[in-house]
């Protein structure tokens, strides 16, 4: 049994043609397809990159105010404790100056009392000498 429906080779080849002609304008329009949906992801994806710039950038802005505070904090705690530091000197300075006119004053009382009364002041010496070595051999006294 033949065949009725026998193809030329031409007719084969205009086919063959054709095939190819709608491939290519498949692949096109898949292509075109392909382009206007990256287009669209594009332009939807847009807004989130351009968020996270800002997002990045109010960070980096909010980290330098923290460095920032941090340093002013570190230089105003610095500040505090020289400040502590000098007061505290000063304070001791001014107990030690003190210490040495209470020292000056009784110095010269004792001058002054010594010139007025030199015979009682010959004899309290000697008592508190004689009280002072008591105290120091009954303390050597202890010890043995």
Not at 20 to 36: F, H, I, K, N
């Amino acid at each position: 049994m033949e065949s009725d429906n026998v193809k030329t080779p031409s007719q084969l080849a205009d086919e063959a043609r054709q095939a190819g002609r709608d491939a290519v304008e498949a692949a096109q329009g898949y292509a075109a397809e392909a382009r206007r949906v990256g287009a669209e992801a594009m332009q939807s994806i847009r807004p989130s990159i351009e968020d996270a710039k800002a997002t990045g950038r109010e960070g980096l802005d909010t980290l330098k105010g923290i460095a920032g505070d941090a340093r002013d904090i570190a230089g105003d705690a610095a500040a505090t404790g020289r400040a502590y530091a000098k007061d505290a000197v000063n304070a001791a300075g001014k107990k030690l100056h003190a210490a040495e006119g209470r020292m000056q004053r009784t110095q010269e009382a004792c001058a002054r009392y010594i010139a007025d009364e030199p015979v009682k002041a010959t004899l309290i010496a000697a008592a508190a000498g004689a009280a002072v070595t008591a105290l120091l051999l009954s303390a050597l006294r202890g010890r043995r």
